[in-house]
């Protein structure tokens, strides 16, 4: 069906005018009859923060999520334009998307008394109806609420013509979703220019004797308040939000592999095919969380999610390098592949340490005790006894970077009792596989003290301890 295209034809629609909150809350309360989550792409939040977001819609509240980085408060938010109808009518030519049975600006107004029922309506896409801003030091009450457009003062205008104001970026957004985020590093003198949007739904701008009854649903993001020293949230603002909702990180490994799985960006490359093991996923998302509870990583600062996704790509890259030296034609990655993680975890945490180079000891430690945690929940025991008998017979292994594949398949067959570890592992028989196996297994063992190890650069010799 054609949509009505003049406010006479949107009249007798029967379409019905309904604040933006209402409109969030009754597609909402669907979704939930639907038992459709309100946001897509969001994992680990399922029982914790998104029947707190469901309250706060069906309450008609303005939020503001308080989390460290990584934690998805922005997706969130920008997810929820979801939530708005997929097209919604607007006076045509409106810079603030004018209700046309409720104008409030002086275009939609004065359109509206000269052309009646003829007034041309545009519909507008839920995309359009989302704004966002960045909080910075320099960002003005002219970016957010509005100022004087001297172009149009030059065309003639007088001063105190309603038409020679600029709206900003809140009164844009009106009948939508407007997003503020990092809040604290909004400046307070700013920040008090919101308290009417939030309170009593409307804008000031300027010296003109001009209010605008907005209708906007606000979002904010922040960092905890306790930690961050950029900035603060000013009680009366903060007073304002209907409902504020604390996001957390992944609460286990198995979530994190599920973030990971999501969002990780691992590029294929003609010819290759790229296979990552289980337990090397699991190794990643274990880093993450073990950091998290590391006394010598800055808590206060964080372990972003971003941390495992870029993790997990620089895995893949640096194994999808070694098979291109190899001119192997499958990417296995292999636990030797963790050395190559200190240059995406870097950026990503704070080490708590006055001493130089102790950086890259912490994050040694930590990997190995995700080895180590991955290791104990994979392999059983009872598997490892004959493996340990032929290294105390002589065997010895090397691994490495510069180890092809195919060598590994040596260790297979003069092992018979590895076939039931690399079992438990649930890799398949190519040679890439199996290398990435033997060495997660060579590591294990070696560090819940089966086995000895020799590192010298990128290679390692594993042995008996006798």
């Not at 996923?281 to 870029?310: D, F």
């Not at 090397?398 to 195919?406: M, Q, R």
């Amino acid at each position: 069906m054609s949509r009505p295209a003049t406010l006479g034809e949107l009249r007798e629609s029967g379409w019905i005018s309904r604040p933006v909150k209402e409109e969030l809350r009754a597609n909402a309360i669907e979704r939930l009859r639907q038992r459709r989550p309100l946001v897509e792409g969001v994992v680990g939040y399922e029982d914790t923060v998104m029947p707190q977001l469901a309250n706060a819609i069906l309450a008609g509240h303005d939020v503001i999520f308080l989390g460290e980085r990584g934690q998805a408060k922005t997706r969130i938010i920008r997810s929820l334009v979801e939530l708005l109808d997929e097209f919604l009518p607007g006076v045509a030519g409106s810079e603030i998307n004018d209700d046309p049975f409720h104008p409030i600006s002086a275009h939609a107004r004065h359109l509206i008394a000269d052309r009646g029922d003829d007034t041309p309506i545009e519909w507008v896409h839920r995309s359009r109806r989302f704004g966002e801003k960045l909080a910075t030091p320099d960002t003005s009450i002219a970016d957010l609420i509005g100022e004087v457009d001297p172009i149009k003062v030059a065309e003639g205008r007088y001063l105190s013509d309603e038409l020679t104001i600029h709206y900003g970026l809140v009164p844009r957004t009106n009948r939508g979703i407007f997003a503020i985020n990092e809040l604290p590093d909004l400046a307070e003198r700013i920040q008090v220019g919101l308290l009417n949007v939030l309170e009593e739904r409307d804008v000031q701008i300027r010296g003109y004797k001009v209010q605008l009854p907005i209708d906007v649903m606000l979002f904010a993001s922040a960092n905890p308040e306790d930690y961050t020293n950029r900035g603060r949230i000013i009680t009366p603002l903060k007073d304002r939000f209907g409902s504020q909702i604390r996001t957390h990180y992944p609460l286990d490994t198995e979530l994190e592999v599920a973030v990971i799985e999501q969002e990780a960006n691992a590029l294929a490359v003609d010819g290759l095919t790229v296979n990552v093991p289980g337990y090397m996923t699991e190794i990643v998302a274990e880093i993450s969380q073990l950091a998290r509870h590391s006394p010598h990583v800055n808590q206060r600062s964080g372990v972003s999610a971003r941390m495992s996704i870029t993790n997990y790509e620089t895995l893949v890259a640096n194994a999808t390098r070694r098979a291109l030296a190899h001119g192997e034609h499958e990417v296995v990655p292999r636990v030797s592949d963790l050395d190559q993680l200190v240059p995406s975890t870097a950026g990503k945490i704070e080490i708590e340490t006055l001493d130089d180079g102790r950086e890259g000891q912490v994050l040694d430690r930590i990997v190995k005790a995700a080895v180590l945690e991955t290791f104990r929940a994979r392999v059983r025991p009872e598997h490892l006894g004959a493996l340990v008998q032929a290294f105390e017979g002589g065997l010895q292994v090397n691994t490495g970077e510069d180890v092809p594949a195919a060598d590994y398949a040596t260790v297979l067959g003069e092992v018979e009792s590895l076939a039931g570890v690399l079992g438990d592992l649930g890799v398949g028989e190519s040679p890439a596989a199996v290398a990435s196996a033997v060495e997660f297994v060579l590591e294990g063992m070696h560090l819940t003290k089966r086995l000895n190890k020799d590192s010298i650069g990128g290679r390692a010799t594993y042995r008996g301890r006798g």
